[in-house]
């Protein structure tokens, strides 16, 4: 779906390239970056956008990825404020792509208003490859923008999705579940988001880890679980023992679900909702399980057995709806079961901007109510005395603390486990993590 300021008349995206920006300058990240936010504005997926797009690129470096990665995602974490802006200097919206060209300008002159000659250059020079009839026009306008810099703020400080840089309805429903944190809540979610790495204690030691990555110039710091927080996000290539299995990429905040369900060794455990693996293998790190990984997606499944096979795991992979138990339950219950359910993704929306401008605020209840099937139907499965850790990364209340309350309305059998002597445990993103809801079951007769 369509961000609502997005819709514009029908009409082509794009006229033939003239000249193509060199790759590696401003005005080829830029246009490829135009490219990814277009169709997000048409209600595409960033990540898979990007992936498209750099596979049919092969031979760009790194460093072009990167800059075209960042102005993308940038510019979409603060999509609201630009728009506003854009709006007020044009009274019709352009085509998709060229709308994509000029809310990039805008965030690159919002961030480094010192380049501002060389930025307008440059748009001009994609819109130039993209839909050259129209280059005037992006010219005219980014030049207009500068004429009132000085109104930019309160063009943004007039609305609420302006200021914040997230839909109406996201904020008031964040106000509501996040009454005394709210706005800080907003604010993180339109920040770069940290890096972290999980050490795969069965290959190397915690310390060792560490050492080896100051050894590479990589600065971390230790947090709680013993997660490895980056001073800086780094490419995996540049990871000493990545490929070796000693080290994964995963945010402090996940690394929690593993230790949360605290299995032992000889447990039957499932992994409800598995893909891409990341907790699938930190399990399997921490203990000697009989493991069964399910995924829905045939196509993120493989994912999962690649992850384990560089870490040197084994699970047991199948593709199935968890909730259709007789495609693939044997009737054998399980000790542990990890439900780490579909969500609105809001605690990562600074790793996946595109997903705050097209979420609808009927979507969380569309959610919860897939959540309350993967409940119910999980529960079955699980053995007396054993847990059950759920697990999303949402912020709202809908998906998180009142979803395990009307569970346990249904299901006399389930008791809660305190997490640091609470209910449950709701991480909002922070500056280390991003955020989680996490809440401990377990069955008791």
């Known amino acids: 779906r369509r961000p609502a300021a997005a819709r514009t008349a029908p009409g082509a995206n794009r006229s033939p390239a003239t000249r193509m920006p060199a790759t590696g300058s401003l005005a080829h990240s830029v246009q490829q970056a135009a490219q990814l936010i277009a169709a997000v504005l048409d209600g595409g997926n960033l990540t898979a956008a990007y992936e498209r797009l750099t596979a049919r690129h092969p031979e760009w470096p790194d460093a072009s990825r990167g800059a075209v990665r960042d102005l993308a995602w940038s510019t979409l974490r603060e999509y609201g404020r630009g728009d506003a802006i854009l709006g007020r200097l044009m009274r019709s919206p352009p085509p998709p792509v060229v709308r994509a060209i000029l809310l990039v300008g805008l965030h690159r002159l919002m961030q480094r208003p010192e380049q501002a000659y060389t930025i307008v250059d440059q748009c001009v020079e ?72 999980r050490v795969n204690r069965r290959r190397i030691d915690v310390e060792v880890a560490q050492a080896k990555l100051a050894g590479a110039g990589i600065e971390t710091r230790r947090l709680d679980d013993d997660a490895l927080l980056l001073a800086r996000p780094v490419g995996v290539g540049q990871l000493p023992g990545f490929a070796e299995g000693e080290l994964s990429v995963q945010d402090a905040g996940a690394q929690r679900a ?188």
Request: proline letters at 6%.
């Open 258 to 445: 593993a230790v949360l369900l605290d299995a032992r060794d000889g447990d039957r455990v499932l992994d409800a909702c598995a893909a891409p693996g990341g907790k699938t293998a930190h399990l399997l790190e921490r203990n000697e399980l009989e493991l069964l990984a399910l995924e829905q997606d045939p196509e993120r499944a493989p994912r999962i057995v690649r992850n384990l096979e560089r870490l040197g795991l084994s699970a047991r992979v199948e593709v199935a709806d968890c909730c259709a138990l007789d495609d693939w339950w044997d009737g054998r219950p399980f000790d542990r079961i990890l439900a780490d359910v579909p969500c609105s993704a809001s605690g990562v929306v600074r790793r996946h901007p595109d997903i705050k401008w097209l979420r609808r605020p009927e979507d969380i209840a569309a959610f919860a109510a897939t959540q309350s099937r993967i409940l119910d139907a999980l529960w079955r499965t699980l053995a007396p005395g054993g847990t059950m850790l759920y697990v999303t990364c949402s912020v709202f209340d809908a998906e998180n603390a009142a979803q395990i309350a009307r569970f346990c309305e249904r299901h006399s059998d389930a008791q809660r486990l305190a997490i640091d002597d609470r209910p449950d445990c709701q991480l909002l993103p922070s500056a280390e993590h991003d955020g989680f809801y996490f809440a401990r079951l377990r069955k008791f007769r």
């Open 126 to 197: 994609a819109t130039a490859a993209t839909m050259p009839g129209l280059k005037a026009t992006v010219n005219g306008v980014l030049r207009n923008a500068l004429r009132q810099r000085e109104a930019w703020q309160g063009w943004i400080e007039a609305s609420e999705p302006a200021r914040h840089a997230h839909p109406q309805w996201w904020i008031d429903l964040l106000r509501r579940s996040q009454p005394q944190r709210w706005a800080e809540v907003l604010a993180v979610g339109n920040l770069h988001p940290p890096m972290s790495v």
